[in-house]
Nanobody, 125 residues
Framework: QVQLVESGGGSVQSGGSLRLSCAAS????????MGWFRQAPGKERLGVGS???????TYADSVKGRFTISQDNAKNTLYLQMNSLKPEDTAMYSC???????????????????WGQGTQVTVSS
């Protein structure tokens, strides 16, 4: 069992930055995959970025060059640094955990076993 708690969401103007955190607890395996996903009202949940336990990452085309995923293993925390934010980035952001390893992670929500409650990000024009 893995528990995930996101934090760091808020409101920011277009062009601004936010740093989201996802604190993981429970049984953390040597090999795993974690990802960030977002869902806007009335829309499907989409993958933002992911990482495997080796640190290899995968990003959606819409956020490449703007968002960066990192890990702090000592704190069992996953981060999403979001720069140059746009109004279309507005969504509920959730982190997810997958026990079985996939190189670079996965942007497919169905690949994940555990989910956090989400944190809201709002970007104004």
């Amino acid at each position: 069992q893995v528990q995930l708690v996101e934090s760091g969401g808020g409101s920011v103007q277009s062009g601004g930055s936010l740093r989201l955190s996802c604190a993981a607890s429970g049984i953390i395996d040597r090999w795993y995959v974690m990802g960030w996903f977002r869902q806007a009202p009335g829309k499907e949940r989409l993958g933002v970025g992911s990482t495997d336990s080796d640190g290899s990452t995968t990003y959606a085309d819409s956020v490449k060059g703007r968002f960066t995923i990192s890990q702090d293993n000592a704190k069992n925390t996953l981060y999403l640094q979001m720069n140059s934010l746009k109004p279309e980035d507005t969504a509920m952001y959730s982190c997810a955990f997958r026990r079985r390893w996939i190189r670079g992670g996965s942007l497919e929500p169905t690949m994940y076993d555990y989910w956090g409650q989400g944190t809201q990000v709002t970007v104004s024009s």
